[in-house]
């Protein structure tokens, strides 16, 4: 229901009197199962295939807006999805009946978070986008200085974000040792075979740093202030049925796998930032889980 009440929320609709939502219905009643989407929970508890979305908008660049497709493939589309989510609730409800604590994780836990969630969605993070392009320039300038170094050590020009041309270099031309091979039988160029290799040769250790710091100019300081809408903030998903431990994940943008070991992962931190006269405060269980195993033995 989340995703309704933002949607609804666009047209200064308030949405009251949330009892129910068949995805966390299904997740607390196990959070371990794969998925909780509704074409899932229908061929699962219903054994009925719904109508999919990409028969009724297409794909790929020819896919259309709901609201261009007929009203004569829209209806049926719609209606299924209210009966089916009906269907299923009077499905997946009775079972969790059965655990007064699973009930309690429902009704106590899970659903007053729902419009906790969607506020905070629609509120957004506020970002410093200036901070962020400065850092994508510095970043930039480090990857060149890589690349100029790692020819240097080779002797030739290459493309560093390849794994071919990489294993060539490494394994014929340098004559590194081959450590680990691809089930293809090709000496691999993974992670943790050159963190490996970077002990003892100069050129793994620029590849890993190279790599790092790639991911964090393409994922981090280049995207997120593309992300950011009129109101200087970013707007995530947070899921409530994905991870089987119950915490939230993340997505589009994930903002809670922000890098902190790297000097330049704890810079893009300093990216998020609380309005004038607030403060952002972070707060985190330390190894909880390693905590309760260690508790539990």
Excluded: C, W
Excluded at 31 to 36: A, D, M
Excluded at 38 to 43: A, G, I, K, R, V
Excluded at 208 to 216: M, P, V
Aim: charged share 25%; net charge negative; aromatic share 6%.
């Amino acid at each position: 229901l989340k995703y309704d009440i933002s949607v609804l929320a666009n047209y200064n609709i308030h949405m009251q009197g949330i009892v129910f939502d068949t995805m966390l219905e299904s997740y607390v009643l196990d959070s371990v199962s794969s998925r909780h989407d509704m074409d899932t929970l229908s061929q699962n508890h219903l054994g009925h295939t719904p109508i999919a979305f990409k028969d009724v908008v297409g794909k790929g660049k020819a896919q259309l807006t709901f609201d261009q497709v007929d009203i004569e493939q829209a209806g049926p589309y719609a209606a299924e999805d209210a009966d089916i989510t009906l269907r299923l609730h009077q499905a997946i409800y009775p079972k969790l009946k059965k655990s007064a604590k699973q009930l309690s994780v429902f009704h106590d836990i899970e659903m007053p978070l729902v419009p906790v969630l969607a506020r905070m969605e629609q509120h957004g993070v506020l970002i410093d986008s200036d901070l962020l392009n400065e850092q994508s320039h510095s970043i930039g300038m480090r990857l060149q200085e890589l690349e100029v170094e790692a020819h240097n050590i080779a002797g030739q020009t290459f493309n560093l974000a390849s794994p071919k041309q990489l294993q060539k270099i490494l394994f014929e031309d340098l004559k590194i040792p081959v450590i680990k091979k691809t089930p293809k039988g090709a000496p691999s160029t993974a992670e943790e075979v050159l963190q490996e290799l970077a002990l003892d040769y100069p050129l793994p250790k620029i590849i890993l740093e190279n790599r790092g710091l790639s991911k964090l100019k393409s994922t981090y300081t280049d995207k997120l202030p593309l992300l950011v809408g009129k109101s200087g903030r970013v707007h995530t998903s947070y899921q409530q049925a994905v991870a089987a431990t119950g915490r939230l994940s993340s997505t589009d943008p994930n903002l809670q796998n922000i890098p902190i070991r790297s000097e330049e992962g704890r810079k893009i931190r300093l990216a998020f930032i609380a309005p004038r006269d607030h403060k952002i405060v972070a707060i985190d269980y330390s190894q909880i889980e390693l905590r309760i195993m260690a508790h539990l033995s």
